[in-house]
């Protein structure tokens, strides 16, 4: 269980918060209080990833592999946790990298996790985008759950496609796709995609 009452006033992470990226302290407080208090999430979480019996089918979810997670400045503490939990309840490995503005904040909040987890289990990668960047193109990294500007979303979608369908999402490398689509002949998304 994630819920510690008080944590926020007897933690370093609100005022960390307050000094890498100028929220407001009540703010910082109400951030952390908020980030060790995911009791329901973790509920709702629990839930969605049940097997789903459908008439004669059983739906099951399956692990991807790797998982990178470029978080936000704004929300540097809340946001990893939204975007980690998932992906480690899905039983996925996670490689972090907080937004360089807040990099000490997101150091704090991964390494609080993954001194329970086993070893590997959760990553930090700290720089700027270029880290980032490196992260989307490996091809060890099999999926990508990022908050950010419309400008990084852009470019994360040109390495990869993401459909979302309920509460499953799809995600695939580019080159895959192309492969896909040439023998599907959709030449129409093709030339979405890559236009000549």
């Given at each position: 269980?994630?819920?510690?009452?008080?944590?926020?006033?007897c933690h370093?992470?609100?005022?960390?918060?307050?000094?890498?990226m100028?929220?407001?302290?009540?703010?910082?407080?109400?951030?952390v209080?908020?980030?060790?208090?995911?009791?329901?999430?973790?509920?709702?979480?629990?839930?969605?990833?049940?097997?789903?019996?459908?008439?004669?089918?059983?739906?099951?979810?399956?692990?991807?592999?790797?998982?990178a997670?470029?978080?936000?400045?704004?929300?540097p503490a809340?946001?990893?946790?939204?975007?980690?939990?998932p992906?480690?309840g899905?039983?996925?490995?996670?490689?972090?990298?907080?937004?360089e503005?807040?990099?000490?904040?997101?150091a704090?909040?991964?390494?609080?996790?993954?001194?329970?987890?086993?070893?590997?289990?959760?990553?930090l990668?700290q720089?700027d985008?270029?880290v980032?960047s490196?992260l989307?193109?490996?091809?060890?990294?099999?999926?990508?759950?990022?908050t950010?500007?419309?400008?990084?979303?852009?470019?994360?979608?040109?390495?990869?496609?993401?459909?979302?369908?309920?509460?499953?999402?799809y995600?695939k490398?580019?080159?895959?796709?192309?492969?896909?689509?040439?023998?599907?002949q959709a030449?129409?998304f093709y030339?979405?995609l890559?236009?000549?």
């Open positions: 269980m994630l819920f510690i009452p008080h944590f926020a006033f370093p992470l609100p005022e960390m918060i307050t000094k890498e100028g929220k407001p302290l009540s703010e910082a407080i109400e951030e209080e908020g980030t060790v208090d995911k009791e329901e999430f973790l509920g709702l979480l629990e839930k969605a990833l049940e097997p789903k019996k459908h008439d004669k089918c059983l739906v099951t979810r399956e692990a991807l592999g790797v998982v997670i470029l978080s936000p400045w704004n929300f809340d946001e990893i946790l939204f975007l980690m939990l992906s480690l899905s039983g996925n490995v996670c490689i972090v990298k907080p937004s503005v807040a990099p000490e904040c997101g704090i909040v991964v390494n609080a996790i993954a001194s329970v987890l086993p070893k590997g289990v959760l990553q990668a720089g985008g270029a980032g490196a989307v193109a490996h091809a060890d990294i099999n999926m990508i759950c990022m950010g500007s419309s400008a990084t979303g852009e470019s994360v979608s040109c390495v990869y496609w993401v459909v979302l369908v309920g509460y499953k999402i995600s490398r580019i080159d895959n796709i192309y492969h896909s689509m040439l023998r599907l030449k129409r030339n979405l890559l236009p000549t």
